[in-house]
């Protein structure tokens, strides 16, 4: 998708988008737009309502927004117009932007028009979507100039749809190969540098509790590391490290999972996340530095499977008790961060992983659970994710939670062993191997990246995570 601005719509002929803010019942003025006359008693923007009008060979399509709308509300808005009223739309297509509407809300609307043209059914003949035609330009009807932004917008939206085809794919398509590649080609197109470490690589430097997860799968594990640096000469600015869980499937190992382990090809997006904001950060050429580190390999069953009472080793250099194999991602992130934390040295790192199932029993699939003993930080990826609709809350990690994570046998052990404060015992053993790092914070996505909505039948990917570290690196 791409955009343009007009000034009217002299000569314009196809299908006009009209967002309109509530304004009365009983409004005895109607709503005029382009020799289009609304009574409030049919049509005054109330939310979730609309009304079509065809006139001078154009549909109008006047969208309630109500009386305000937040940024995650009117993106969806959007994606539902564009995904529902597919049949609707041509080659032309106007947007009247409203002129109340921030930057905020025009970068809302365009990144969910531009999102409305994914389509879960990707084994599927499936029709292109107009927007998503070679060509298409939606035209922006306004005063102002909005191009900036609304490019802006379809740069998030694109890399958001990314995202979403490789959370959503099977894992027999999306396995740690395909990761490494998709790093490999949106580095090369995006511009940062990927390397990574294949299986005996990452032996030789000694990543023991990756590759004990990786064991019992015939997938060579692929250790995904990124680097990106602005351009110019910008000596002062921040140095980011990333961390994203990529876990392709999780059968959960010798400790089978007996429940929901269809969803477990959406274990990786955690890692997804961190690819989707790796390529929008280098797409929007943000002035910042950033190293990233997504850990790619399967937790599967087999008799070369790491097992249950296991005393592996790490990157760090602890030991590591293997009370449950299903809690697999707190080994693959350890050594993911020991590796940032030693090699790179950032100032900030923030990792995202579906980490627990006991954080959807605490927040369900409204918000992330953030882990971190840094204010500062907190305060920003609270504001981050409040600003574009991807949440987060809060959860200790006091000292207190320590002994749930201390092994007779080894350094560490990998569970408590108890059905309690799992999301909470899960960050405290990652913060472990974080070498009492001072502005380190750990998201765990596990009921947010995956979901059930309007746009599918069954549960599939949010891209949780893309907007909300690239947001966060943009207010830091
Ligand atoms: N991948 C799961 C966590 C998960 C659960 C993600 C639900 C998405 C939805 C993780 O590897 C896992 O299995 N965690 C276990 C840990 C337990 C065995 C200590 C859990 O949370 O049950
Ligand atoms: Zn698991
Ligand atoms: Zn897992």
Redesign the pocket.
């Known amino acids: 998708m791409k955009t343009r601005n007009i000034k009217d719509l002299e000569g314009f002929c196809g299908v006009v988008l009209i967002p309109v803010f509530e304004t009365h019942e009983k409004n005895v003025v109607p709503i005029e737009f382009h020799g289009v006359s609304v009574s409030s008693r049919v049509f005054y923007g109330k939310k979730d309502t609309y009304y079509v009008a065809e006139k001078y060979d154009c549909v109008h399509l006047f969208i309630g927004l109500g009386k305000s709308i937040d940024y995650k509300n009117l993106k969806t808005l959007m994606r539902r117009i564009a995904f529902k009223e597919k049949a609707l739309f041509g080659k032309e297509v106007a947007l009247m932007i409203p002129e109340v509407f921030t930057l905020q809300q025009v970068e809302a609307t365009v990144s969910g028009l531009c999102l409305g043209t994914y389509h879960l059914g990707h084994f599927k003949k499936k029709d292109i979507h107009p927007f998503a035609e070679k060509g298409f330009e939606l035209a922006l009807l306004s005063k102002t100039d909005f191009s900036e932004v609304a490019l802006r917008a379809i740069k998030i939206a694109r890399t958001q749809i990314e995202i979403l085809y490789l959370v959503d794919s099977p894992p027999n398509v999306v396995n740690p190969a395909y990761l490494a590649k998709w790093a490999q080609d949106s580095g090369n197109t995006y511009g940062f540098d990927t390397k990574v470490l294949d299986g005996p690589a990452c032996k030789i430097e000694g990543l023991d509790a990756f590759l004990a997860v990786g064991k019992g799968s015939d997938k060579t594990p692929q250790f995904i590391i990124m680097n990106y640096e602005p351009s110019g000469d910008l000596p002062k600015v921040k140095h980011i490290g990333l961390v994203g869980?990529g876990?392709t499937f999780?059968t959960?190992g010798l400790?089978i999972?007996t429940a929901?382990m269809v969803?477990?090809k959406?274990?990786m997006?955690g890692g997804a996340a961190v690819l989707g904001a790796m390529q929008l950060i280098a797409d929007l050429k943000l002035p910042i530095r950033v190293t990233a580190i997504v850990p790619c390999c399967e937790?599967a069953v087999d008799n070369t499977s790491f097992m249950p009472s296991d005393v592996i080793k790490s990157y760090h250099g602890a030991t590591i008790e293997i009370?449950?194999?299903?809690?697999?991602?707190?080994l693959i992130l350890a050594d993911g961060l020991s590796y940032l934390i030693k090699n790179y040295k950032p100032e900030i790192i923030v990792d995202i992983?579906?980490?627990?199932?006991?954080?959807?029993g605490t927040f369900g699939y409204e918000c992330g659970a953030l882990f971190t003993n840094n204010t500062t930080i907190e305060q920003k990826l609270r504001q981050s994710g409040d600003e574009i609709g991807e949440r987060l809350w809060p959860l200790p990690l006091w000292d207190a939670y320590q002994p749930d994570i201390e092994s007779d046998i080894a350094d560490v052990k990998?569970?408590?062993g108890k059905p309690v404060a799992?999301?909470i015992?899960?960050a405290k053993f990652l913060e472990y191997f974080t070498e009492k790092h001072q502005a380190w914070a750990h998201l765990d996505i596990?009921?947010v990246?995956?979901g059930d909505d309007e746009f599918a039948k069954s549960k599939h990917a949010t891209a949780y995570g893309v907007h909300l570290l690239t947001h966060f690196i943009e207010n830091i």
Request: no cysteine; aromatic share 4%.
């Open positions: 869980k876990i999780d959960g400790n999972k929901a969803h477990m959406s274990d997006a937790n009370i449950d194999t299903d809690a697999e991602g707190r992983a579906t980490l627990t199932g006991s954080s959807v990998n569970y408590s799992g999301a015992s899960a596990a009921g990246a995956f």
